[in-house]
């Protein structure tokens, strides 16, 4: 007889379906679509030459132990080399204050599994990251969620929902996928106050924060939890655990990323990580930190600037171009994403399916609010296409969108 | 003020300490102690020229493609390479009955994870593989141990076992972890058949399956579990979740294993996946595919295989003349371990503390077993340390049982 498989799963695997968005989306993946709806970085600016040296090197000199198990921490010399980049930014940390995962999902997935029993809660803003949501769903996670502006989080609004007694606070400070919203320096002060005074972890998502292509640099929240603390003196032991990646920096393909966090913490997260994949691949670590070690990326990470600031102003000028005067968008000052608000009423995923057949993707905003809202928002890539693709993309979304408008009578 | 984090973390933490074992074991990395404590493959036979050309050509030819996000299931090509080569052993599979996953630790994570709620049962042998009990238990998993001999899982104490309603059977057939013990195929067919009856499933582990030094192959349960089934015919829709690596056959280092499973499962799996770390690494999976594309792992298992069985031999040869008379010990066919046991009331744990003062380590047999038993036995890795060392550190084991054994009374 068959094995009746579907009643032998755990109880958390039920909120896991396959989504009509996720269908949607598959769609796009088909070559002649020009797909806004992904988070990918432009293959353009992988530096695989540089790659190519590094796994020769690596394997010349280090080959038995590159391809040898290694430790569940991470490959020590990659934990000291992200210290020492942390430290530029004055926060004192040491490679006890760093775990090396496999991809910023991993680290995600790991928080959810040391802090969230079912029925837990979560503050994120609203919207917010859909890995996370998804990372966290499969720990029975409750969320609270808390408006945001083109300032990021509406810090005004935390204090009420921190007397509710979540788990922790969600942020993704730069550039916050999906929106495209930067939490002002005022907002991030407030918040580590609100969340030290309610003994609330925060954990900081930033990926992006590199990507800056307008406007100064914004101290991070680890950085000020740690001044508000003890005026940046000593190692770091914080209320906070931050998240940050090489995936936009060099490859997405290596799964490489990185918690920062206090010693006790990662020690916790390092048995969480031992029984769920032993360790990331030591391999891809010699590799990163091979290229990474002289500096590399101090100036890769200009090149990488210079082309998504220029696919970022393309999509915004076609934008004010091409679409109906009713929809509204952010101007991000970095990162990947902007933020498309059509009119109330207005359902972007009915949207999205007309512009599949037109041959151009996004995703609809809905999916990145775990409470409901946003139907009639949009998240769009500018990251991935070519600034010409990004014109002839927008041009199509733009002729979409104003004849479902004008159909609903939103546009004249 | 600080931040309580020990009170914010969730119960399935609580039972994740800092184990005794696992502190005495941090020892065994000081380069001075010859360790047969680790699961460690021997550095030698790791293809480091084939690497450098795999990844030399990958990065040429394909480098915008490896070093991108990819798909949560894996590189389609590997995935067809393992079908074609599971298809060898008259089982017929898909690229859709595959997931590769960051090793074999995380498809055990995976499997915890869509099966076990808090307290579900699951059938193990007794002792079994320490990193299934560790990713269980974050589940909140309970054992059912059967009782094992030189031929593996005693299957007549299955059926008792089944009829307490465990989620799933836990068996590793070849040359097992930690015990070095093959299932017979007797045994595996009537473990197929028990299976089915209580429609139970069962998870084969197969890391060293490849790995036989004497005697003949015995098909695998999934083979059996086909067979018995449909004859064989048809795609594969058992009762069985097979897992295997290329950690044994390649390079741990990479991180790769797969997974082989009806397909509904699979899709199980994949969404399993991608919430907890999106996919396994391209890159690597392309350098695997492109090292092992040719048949090249045909050719080099048997440069391991001829290493491994020397290793064995030599330790085999070096326990008979070192070890006290009453120790007894098995004489694996394969594998990667081999497992002794010392007289009742001997306990391991202490001859453990002596043998690091003399420069030797193993692991104490106790952590095998979730519940309780085997404190006079040990594992014994022999694939790691040259034909030198082990000679040098039985040498030293060996003294150190005598002594022990004498001052307990067991040996004169």
Redesign the interface.
């Known amino acids: 007889?068959?094995?009746?498989?579907?009643y032998?799963?755990?109880?958390?695997?039920q909120k896991?379906g396959?989504s009509i968005i996720r269908e949607l989306l598959k769609l796009t993946e088909q070559p002649d679509i020009i797909s806004f709806a992904?988070?990918?970085?432009a293959?353009?600016v992988?530096p695989?030459k540089e790659?190519?040296e590094a796994?020769?090197r690596v394997?010349?000199e280090q080959?038995?132990?590159?391809?040898?198990?290694?430790t569940t921490e991470g490959y020590r010399p990659l934990r000291e080399m992200i210290a020492r980049h942390t430290g530029r930014y004055s926060v004192k940390v040491t490679a006890d204050h760093i775990l090396i995962?496999?991809?910023s999902?991993?680290a995600l997935?790991f928080i959810g599994?040391?802090?969230?029993?079912r029925g837990?809660y979560v503050v994120v803003e609203s919207p917010t990251y859909l890995?996370a949501l998804?990372?966290w769903?499969?720990?029975g996670a409750q969320y609270i969620s808390v408006p945001s502006d083109e300032h990021g989080m509406i810090v005004d609004h935390l204090e009420e929902a921190l007397r509710i007694g979540p788990?922790?606070i969600y942020v993704l400070p730069n550039f916050q996928n999906p929106s495209g919203s930067t939490l002002s320096e005022e907002r991030r002060r407030r918040l580590v106050l609100l969340a030290?005074q309610y003994?609330v972890?925060i954990v900081e998502d930033d990926p992006y924060g590199q990507l800056r292509y307008d406007g100064e640099h914004i101290p991070s929240v680890v950085y000020l939890d740690n001044h508000y603390r003890n005026d940046g003196e000593g190692e770091y032991?914080?209320?906070v655990i931050y998240l940050s990646t090489f995936?936009k920096l060099l490859?997405?393909?290596?799964?490489l990323a990185w918690v920062i966090a206090?010693p006790?913490?990662i020690?916790?997260l390092v048995?969480?990580k031992?029984?769920?994949?032993?360790?990331?691949?030591?391999?891809?670590q010699y590799v990163a930190y091979e290229v990474a070690k002289g500096g590399f990326l101090d100036e890769h990470v200009k090149v990488i600037r210079a082309t998504y600031k220029q696919r970022r102003d393309v999509m915004l000028e076609m934008m004010e171009e091409m679409f109906p005067r009713e929809v509204r968008w952010t101007r991000p000052l970095g990162g990947m994403f902007l933020w498309g608000m059509m009119p109330e009423g207005v359902d972007a995923a009915e949207v999205l399916k007309v512009a599949i057949e037109r041959k151009v993707a996004f995703v609809p905003g809905a999916s990145f609010h775990p409470n409901g809202g946003g139907e009639n928002t949009m998240r769009l890539n500018f990251s991935f296409s070519s600034p010409e693709t990004i014109r002839e993309g927008i041009t199509r979304l733009g002729v979409t969108m104003k004849e479902i408008l004008k159909k609903n009578g939103h546009h004249k």
């Not at 599994?113 to 029993?117: I, S």
């Not at 031992?274 to 891809?284: G, R």
């Open positions: 007889m068959q094995t009746p498989w579907e032998r799963y755990a109880h958390r695997m896991m396959s992904g988070g990918l970085p293959p353009d992988f695989v790659f190519r796994c020769n394997l010349e080959g038995a132990q590159a391809l040898q198990y290694s995962t496999s991809g999902q991993q997935d599994r040391l802090f969230l029993n837990d890995g998804q990372a769903n499969a720990y788990k922790f030290d003994g972890p032991a914080g209320n995936s490859s997405p393909g290596l799964r206090p006790q913490v020690r916790k048995m969480t031992q029984a769920a994949d032993l360790h990331t691949s030591s391999f891809n």
